[in-house]
């Protein structure tokens, strides 16, 4: 609801038994409640936004969803469609890559947890990253695509290095290798 004053409210109806699995922003609150039941209902709930240090597993997967679905973007590009290979890009791929980010900048702050907010919006503090995210958020050609997955990959090796390395993980570096080797030999 947008109102003259320019206050805006996002409001949603729901059945109060129903509440806990709508919730999907850390700061809503209960403006009507006809029984009283849920007033002191707490939804502020900051930790919905808060990233975690990954687990050597869970860098394995982050970094692996970037270079296997980075295989699809670049096969939709081959194919000259676009609808797919942007689709791949700016969904799965960024998604991955944006969680690899935060992994870097966690080890870089050398700190457990961060809250970047909803959607990621505190991530833009950092000068070195915003750049990089601005940039691959452009998919306005097959060619753009192009140099912003490659973008992406090169990207990921460097992060994925860094954060191997001050967190002693593993990387797997064959991964980056036979998508650079694939990306030569697709077209």
């Not at 109806?13 to 002191?40: C, F, H, R, W």
Request: with cysteine; charged share 30%.
């Amino acid at each position: 609801m947008q109102f003259r004053d320019m206050t805006r409210i996002d409001l949603r109806l729901m059945q109060p038994d129903s509440i806990l699995e709508y919730i999907d922003d850390a700061y809503s609150k209960v403006l009507l409640d006809k029984t009283g039941n849920y007033q002191s209902f707490n939804f502020n709930k900051e930790e919905m936004y808060v990233t975690k240090v990954a687990t050597q597993y869970e860098f394995e997967k982050i970094v692996n969803e970037i270079y296997w679905v980075s295989a699809y973007v670049i096969k939709g590009i081959a194919r000259k469609d676009f609808m797919y290979a942007e689709y791949m890009v700016s969904n799965p791929v960024k998604t991955a890559y944006i969680k690899l980010i935060k992994q870097y900048l966690l080890s870089e702050m050398n700190i457990e947890e961060y809250n970047f907010g909803k959607i990621d919006q505190q991530i833009f503090r950092f000068e070195e990253i915003k750049n990089s995210i601005i940039k691959i958020s452009c998919n306005d050609s097959l060619a753009t695509m192009e140099e912003n997955i490659k973008h992406i990959i090169e990207h990921t090796n460097e992060l994925a290095t860094k954060i191997s390395m001050k967190r002693d993980f593993k990387y797997n570096k064959e991964e980056y290798e036979a998508v650079k080797f694939y990306i030569t030999n697709i077209n």
